[in-house]
């Protein structure tokens, strides 16, 4: 009788969860530039350092916004085992900008972080290896400022759980390519401290394809970029160390 391991248990939840993410696809919402992978590809401790561009639209209390958000992240990646690892992320919006024709929000600074747990299954095929992960990602960006001159105390909240799923193929023994899909459910609202209020945002559909290539300077530190389409449109630029 086939035993099955905890990680192929993990893995089949993940595929299952992403699938049902895929059919719900219009209960699902947009994200900000906190939820790139940056795949660090190791099987040994890792620390990313990134920094993260994303850009998206929204409608929030019935207006349409268009979503600029820039934040530098640091991400940790600690196996467990063979086939399993955690990854943890914290770190800092450096601008976040909501446009619309009045008002526009626009601030800078905040925090983020996230938590997260995957599989990786190793040489699926000759050079590839398959990777899928739960993440819990939550960021508030500070609003300060808006177009009609008028100042403001809000922020702007995005929490979201996503399932990714990803094939990684060693090009070379420095290069890697990696690409897959990323699914997602949250919410994002805006809350305004002065007036007391939160304009909640409309849930909106999204699967989103995703590329990136990491490069080995050396045995330990590694350069990634990525670049995800989608309705959220997210760039970034690592640096990986293990450690």
Known sequence: MKKF???SSLMRSIMI???LCMVVAQDLTASGACCTVSLSGSNKPAVTFVASSGWSHERIAGARYDLRQHAVIGKGHLPLTDRLFLTAQAGVPLRTELTSACPMFTGSLGFLYG????SV???LLPSLNLYGSLNYARSVGNLDQTDCFVPTEASFVITEVQ??????Y????RASLYGGVRFYSGRNKIDNEVKNLTLSGEREGNVSPLLGIR????????VIGEGSLGHTRIMSLA????V
Do not use: C, D, H, K
């Open 163 to 168: 399932a990714i799923l990803l094939g990684e």
């Open 17 to 19: 969860i992403a699938m």
């Open 239 to 242: 640096l990986s160390i293990r």
């Open 115 to 118: 938590i997260g747990v995957g």
């Open 121 to 123: 299954v190793p040489n």
């Open 215 to 222: 490069y080995s300077l050396w045995e330990s530190v590694s």
């Open 5 to 7: 391991t905890l990680s």
């Open 170 to 173: 060693e090009v070379t023994p």
